[in-house]
């Protein structure tokens, strides 16, 4: 399978454990965006990466939130302390970066679930 | 006012008929389009995806872009059942995240 994979694909903890999430993107992109769903919404924008560097995150995204991409492979998604709002659907995408916008690739998902 | 706007439905056509989904969106800057198609529970898939004014047809699918009204749609012919889905229309400008609306709900009827 060379698409994006994402693990685990689903994940129950308790209210103010941490929980670390990862991505495998397609193997010769070196774009990888993570973005959090809930139900009704369309995706909103967390963070990407390109090659190993975070370029960009959202205002969104709390001290709570940190995300790796140590080698420019794969990517980590660490939450911590969570809280009941963070229960969503937290997606991983990643493109190739040919100096313009391409196709971005979502894995997927890892389905959170805080109680 | 929302960065990309669509309806969120539901949209509920016969099958056989043609679908069409609408999206705008606001940054004038905004330079590639995208089209994806989510099922319940399943992450988003891309179908389509269009750079430049006009029509794009792949298969049952048309993708029209206007810049000029800010405005991208999604046309989808000979509508089958497995086409019930939410489609999100998603919007890149200078090549950074996309940006998404809230989807539009699709409901094709036997």
């Known amino acids: 399978d060379t698409g994006v994979s994402q693990n685990p694909r689903h994940k129950i903890t308790k209210r103010g454990q941490n929980v670390t999430f990862r991505c495998d993107p397609i193997?010769?992109?070196?774009?990888l965006y993570w973005y959090r769903q809930t139900l009704g919404q369309g995706p909103e924008f967390l963070t990407y990466?390109?090659?190993?560097?975070?370029?960009?995150k959202s205002r969104l995204l709390s001290d709570r939130f940190s995300a790796e991409r140590p080698k420019g492979s794969f990517s980590t998604l660490e939450i911590q302390r969570t809280e009941q709002g963070d229960s969503a659907m937290y997606l991983c995408?990643?493109?190739?970066?040919?100096?313009?916008?391409?196709?971005?690739?979502f894995g997927q998902g890892t389905r959170l679930t805080v109680v | 006012q929302k960065e990309v706007e669509q309806n969120s439905g539901p949209l509920s056509v016969p099958e056989g008929a043609i679908a069409s989904l609408n999206c705008t969106y606001s940054?004038?800057?905004?330079?590639?389009f995208f089209w994806y198609r989510q099922y319940s529970g399943k992450s988003p898939e891309l179908i389509m995806s269009?750079?430049?004014?006009g029509d794009k047809e792949d298969g049952r699918f048309t993708a029209q872009l206007n810049k000029a009204s800010q405005y991208v749609s999604l046309l989808i012919r000979d509508s089958q059942p497995s086409d019930s889905a939410t489609y999100l229309c998603?919007?890149?400008?200078?090549?950074?995240?996309?940006?998404f609306g809230g989807g539009t709900r699709l409901m094709v009827k036997p």
């Open positions: 998603a919007v890149n400008n200078a090549g950074n995240m996309l940006t």
């Open positions: 990466f390109q090659n190993e560097a975070q370029l960009e």
């Open positions: 940054d004038r800057g905004s330079q590639s």
């Open positions: 995408a990643s493109s190739p970066w040919t100096g313009a916008a391409t196709e971005a690739f």
């Open positions: 193997s010769e992109h070196n774009r």
């Open positions: 269009i750079y430049s004014n």
